[in-house]
């Protein structure tokens, strides 16, 4: 286990219409695009940020993972100082390689991986300084992270042991189970609960904070995605709406209370 948590830090949308994706997310969240100058035969990327502070990426679903079937979809990554042997410790608990580590000039060194369950999300190394954390309730921020997984007692222990996440308050949801939240070092945190049957594969949800969840809701649908569930009321006072954008990416949204 790591001396320290380590959080989930940078989020990414691999999508099937960049241009449309940018609007979309830019009208709803509130992020302010700006291109990346990713070098020479590098993909095109979209850094959205928060004020001077990127939060986010969006890029073109690569070629090879869109003939795999892979739809469009958020990914996060987990902050590690290195790369290698994460992957490596990973491997050893049960997880999977997806893509072996490998650098981005100027960014730093990333792999593909997913855990036991097979829920899919990077690790990286970045090349340059940590970003202080910031609140957790920061509008534009991811404010909650959700795992939806075929063990979460199992995935838990995982996480727990790669990453030094510590287990939380849990919460009794009838015939949907347990939810069981956690921490992921001081303003990251999340829940993970078993998957319902209509969520086909284990997976990662991220909600966005914006200021109200009505507002939000609304810019969803004007903007041509769709509500999933919700806006509903959750412990604690929040307000949470799930979502899906027009290329079918899943998204939550999480305001403070009305």
């Known amino acids: ?95 999977t390689v997806h893509r072996e580590p490998g650098d981005i000039p100027g960014v730093g060194r990333f792999a593909v991986v997913a855990d036991p369950q097979g829920a899919t999300f990077m690790l990286m190394q970045p090349s340059g300084p940590d ?56 303003e990251s945190g999340g829940g993970m609960m078993n998957k319902p049957e209509q969520i086909p594969v284990p997976v990662w949800q991220f909600y966005f904070n914006v200021p109200a969840i009505d507002a939000a809701a609304k810019r969803v649908t004007d903007n041509g995605g769709k509500i999933l569930m919700g806006p509903m009321e959750v412990p604690g006072g929040s307000w949470i709406v799930q979502c899906q954008d027009p290329q079918g990416a899943h998204f939550a949204l999480m305001a403070p209370g009305r």
């Not at 940078?10 to 509130?30: K, P, S």
């Not at 990327?45 to 690569?62: F, W």
């Open 1 to 95: 286990m790591p001396e320290s948590p380590m959080p989930f830090f940078w989020y990414e949308l691999m999508t099937t219409d960049l241009d449309a994706a940018e609007a979309f997310y830019t009208a709803v969240v509130g992020w302010t695009a700006q291109p990346f100058d990713a070098g020479p035969g590098m993909p095109r990327y979209i850094v959205m940020n928060v004020g001077e502070r990127g939060v986010a990426g969006l890029m073109t679903l690569p070629e090879d993972a869109a003939k795999m079937g892979m739809p469009p979809a958020w990914l996060g990554y987990i902050h590690t100082k290195d790369v290698d042997a994460s992957t490596k410790s990973l491997t050893a608990a049960g997880g």
């Open 131 to 186: 970003q202080p954390a910031v609140p957790a309730t920061t509008p534009g921020h991811i404010g909650w992270h959700e795992l939806y997984t075929s063990d979460w007692k199992a995935a838990f222990d995982f996480y727990a042991g790669q990453f030094g996440w510590t287990k939380g308050d849990s919460m009794d949801m009838g015939p949907m189970g347990t939810y069981q939240t956690f921490g992921a070092g001081p």
